[in-house]
């Protein structure tokens, strides 16, 4: 299992830190979790094009986190000509009807599908990349996901459980993935949640949001929805993870020193292997290797 951070940011724009994106390589399979904006473009920067994508998994559906969704679908259809089969994707209600309002028949995308299905100079484009007309339009298989749903394909499965953040307005996930003996947990965006630790616990890796200072919250509903430092040092050293990977980081964190204390007052508490997330980074799923100095 090959992990690598694609977006480490929050809604905030930033040329440093993409909204949130993850993508895992399993054999020749490519998992994407979550697609805000910008994660489309550092996924080209790993060198992973759209129509490598297989499954495409959703925390919840924040434009931080879905962004790129319409990027990466119309990519992956444009460029694929009929060759790749239309993308797996997976996440909470509204899901489907979100897909349908981009994708579908009148929707959002309507006269530029229309048009690329229909005007010979398109359709001259799909046959030259080896696409067989008539030209079908992008259906991506959405399905929507309920708490404690199994997504089993092959030897991998991913596990659909808990978050804490802008519920009842907005349905949110964590997904557990499993694949021979190591386990790849993502909290999506949450505050402090009861079922967390459980759902974490012994994960070789677990990538979790770590939004800002504890302590330095702005109110009651912001600390419930989102997760200080502290709190979340004490979550990943009760589920006894391997390595804990900080991510949705704010710009309260990108200051000189500030960054440097976090870590210190992390790992007071952390016994683990902490990761200060940045955009492109790899994330071993054992411990972090020494590189040699000569
Ligand atoms: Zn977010």
Redesign the pocket.
């Known amino acids: 299992m090959r992990i690598r951070l694609l977006g480490t940011g929050?809604?905030t724009p930033s040329l440093r830190r993409q909204s949130?994106g993850y993508v895992i390589h399993i054999g020749a399979e490519v998992l994407v979790f979550d697609h805000g904006f910008g994660a489309h473009h550092r996924l080209l920067e790993l060198g992973v094009k759209a129509t490598d994508v297989t499954h495409l998994f959703f925390t919840h559906l924040?434009y931080?986190?879905c962004g790129d969704y319409g990027r990466m679908i119309l990519t992956r259809w444009d460029q694929g000509a009929g060759e790749v089969g239309d993308l797996q994707v997976f996440g909470p209600a509204p899901l489907a009807r979100m897909t349908e309002q981009l994708f579908g028949v009148g929707g959002v995308y309507e006269s530029d599908l229309v048009a690329r299905t229909s005007h010979g100079c398109s359709l001259g484009i799909y046959e030259a990349r080896g696409g067989m007309l008539p030209r079908a339009r992008p259906s991506p298989r959405a399905q929507e996901l309920k708490l404690g749903d199994i997504v089993k394909q092959g030897d991998w499965s991913v596990e659909v459980g808990d978050a804490r953040h802008f519920q009842p307005y907005l349905t949110t996930f964590a997904f557990r993935l499993k694949h021979q003996g190591v386990t790849f947990v993502y909290s999506g965006?949450s505050g402090p949640c009861p079922t967390m630790e459980e759902f974490a616990r012994g994960a070789d890796v677990l990538v979790h949001m770590c939004h800002y200072l504890s302590g330095t919250a702005l109110n009651e509903p912001f600390a419930e929805s989102c997760m200080g430092h502290m709190e979340l040092a004490r979550l990943a050293e009760a589920a006894k993870v391997q390595n804990l990977v900080l991510t949705?980081i704010t710009e309260q964190f990108d200051k000189p020193g500030v960054r440097e204390r976090v870590i210190g007052e992390m790992a007071r508490v952390y016994s683990g292997n902490l990761f200060f997330g940045e955009d492109l980074m790899e994330i071993p799923v054992t411990r972090p290797g020494l590189a040699k100095l000569m």
């Open positions: 929050t809604p949130s924040h931080d986190h965006d949705h």
